[in-house]
């Protein structure tokens, strides 16, 4: 069975910093495209940043550019993202997703986590 489990997220204020952590079973972790994507109120779901860990190419989406970092540990089955300058806008719940195919896309990402949330305040 398939699965990711998220966590890390919480409260932060404006310029704070959290760690996301995705832990993954079930499936070969470095033949897998793994990824972090969010969804803010009343928005559709984006994609934030991923990893390929077999190759180690990474993905940013221009808003996270300089201020999140993503990382895998392969021993561990675990994907990490360092969140740096948090801004309000960065609210949202955070989700892992993994595809073996496709490599980061919101709409097409084959497994789930049940998300976590971040909230950046004022």
């Known amino acids: 069975e398939v699965q990711l489990v998220e966590s890390g997220g919480g409260l932060v204020q404006t310029g704070g910093s959290l760690k996301l952590s995705c832990e993954t079973s079930?499936?070969?972790?470095?033949?897998?495209?793994i990824g972090w994507f969010r969804q803010a109120p009343g928005k559709e779901r984006e994609e934030v940043s991923c990893i390929n860990s077999g190759d180690g190419s990474t993905y940013y989406d221009d808003s996270v550019k300089g201020r999140f970092t993503i990382s895998s540990d392969s021993a561990k089955n675990t994907v990490y993202l360092q969140m740096n300058s948090l801004k309000p806008e960065d609210t949202a719940v955070y989700y892992c997703?993994?595809?073996?195919?496709?490599?980061?896309?919101?709409?097409?990402?084959?497994?789930w986590g049940k998300g976590t949330l971040v909230t950046v305040s004022i």
């Open positions: 079930g499936f070969a972790f470095d033949d897998y495209a």
């Open positions: 997703a993994a595809d073996e195919i496709i490599f980061c896309s919101a709409a097409h990402m084959d497994y």
